[in-house]
């Protein structure tokens, strides 16, 4: 019944399980690859498709071997011969799967949902129309730096994300691979305080620089400021300085668990959601298309952005237990960790 039912297989269909952690294939000779390929995407009679898969390998050993790898460990010189991707597929195929082979499969399979020909196509002109919008009311003079008329500390955007860290962010993730990524573009801004926080947040929404109905709700977070506090507190309010103050003592928020990335820590404090802006871009030919496309904001208040900047909630911490998740997932089996 194993053959008639292949459960790791099953459970990634129905079973809201990744493929990314299905250690065994059932390719049996190299036209069920080519099956498997074109049911895939790729089509191996097609030599631009051959090249494409090509590019994927060698792109996965080079992930694997700067990224997850540690001093002093390689991959094995049999598995870096196979250049048939077919002969790959075959190989995890068997009783006892090669571990280096499923490893190389399962980056390969991610580079292939992070890399959007579309979208690198059209960056220059998505990063211009979105980030426009944020920039046009950044502005710096003898006051210091402010957004309209809230003051900032400092202001930062992030107009691509590197491939590596792309691939590095789905591989870390439970839930299955071929996620959308919501932050290739962003922003953060880092206030004086948590009042002045909000007001960022308010600016935005009043400007029309975000729209809060193409916010994705599930993907919203506060750990920043107890809004049911705030909302109590707004009644009794005398001024906006006192009320500023008195909101630097409460507690923040519980930050709790996040399911979508096990890996942040608790000890980060921001206001976190991710919106949707309708682009317009065009080609060389003058073809105009149009989609809504995402970006995240983040906004901080100063506190919480040195306290990021060190420690358990230090980016550079943050991004090793990211690395060492996606090298338990991908390479487990063939290093013995797990």
């Not at 498997?36 to 694997?64: C, Q, S």
């Not at 082979?101 to 949902?113: D, E, F, N, P, S």
Request: charged share 30%; proline share 4%.
């Amino acid at each position: 019944m194993q053959n008639v039912f292949p459960f790791q297989t099953l459970r990634a269909v129905v079973g809201g399980a990744s493929a990314i952690d299905v250690g065994r294939l059932h390719v049996e000779d190299h036209d069920d690859a080519e099956r498997f390929l074109a049911a895939y995407g790729y089509r191996w009679d097609d030599p631009e498709e051959r090249e494409e898969l090509e590019y994927l390998r060698t792109t996965a050993i080079a992930f694997v071997r700067d990224v997850l790898l540690e001093p002093g460990e390689a991959i094995p010189e049999a598995t870096m011969a196979v250049t048939d991707v077919r002969e790959l597929l075959l190989a995890v195929s068997s009783d006892t799967p090669d571990p280096w082979a499923c490893g190389l499969l399962r980056v390969m399979h991610t580079l292939a949902h992070a890399e959007s020909d579309f979208t690198d196509s059209f960056a220059e002109q998505i990063e211009a129309q979105i980030l426009g919008r944020f920039e046009k009311w950044i502005r710096e003079d003898a006051a210091g730096l402010r957004l309209g008329d809230v003051p900032l500390v400092r202001y930062e955007s992030r107009a691509r994300k590197e491939l590596h860290s792309l691939v590095l962010k789905l591989l870390h993730k439970p839930e299955n691979v071929a996620a959308d990524i919501f932050d290739r573009l962003g922003v953060r801004f880092v206030t004086r305080n948590r009042l002045d926080a909000l007001l960022v947040v308010r600016f935005l929404r009043v400007n029309n620089v975000i729209m809060f109905a193409n916010v994705k709700p599930s993907r919203s977070k506060n750990t920043l400021v107890d809004l049911a506090r705030l909302e109590a507190a707004i009644p009794d309010a005398t001024d906006i300085p006192s009320l500023a103050a008195e909101m630097e003592g409460w507690a923040y928020p519980d930050a709790g668990g996040d399911p979508s990335n096990p890996y942040s820590a608790k000890a980060y404090h921001a206001i976190q959601f991710t919106g949707r802006q309708r682009v317009r871009v065009s080609n060389a030919s003058g073809d105009v298309y149009r989609f809504f496309f995402p970006f995240e904001v983040q906004v901080l208040d100063e506190a919480s952005w040195l306290e990021s900047r060190k420690g358990w909630a230090s980016h550079a911490d943050y991004k090793e237990r990211q690395r060492q998740a996606a090298r338990r997932r991908v390479l487990g089996g063939a290093l013995g960790v797990r």
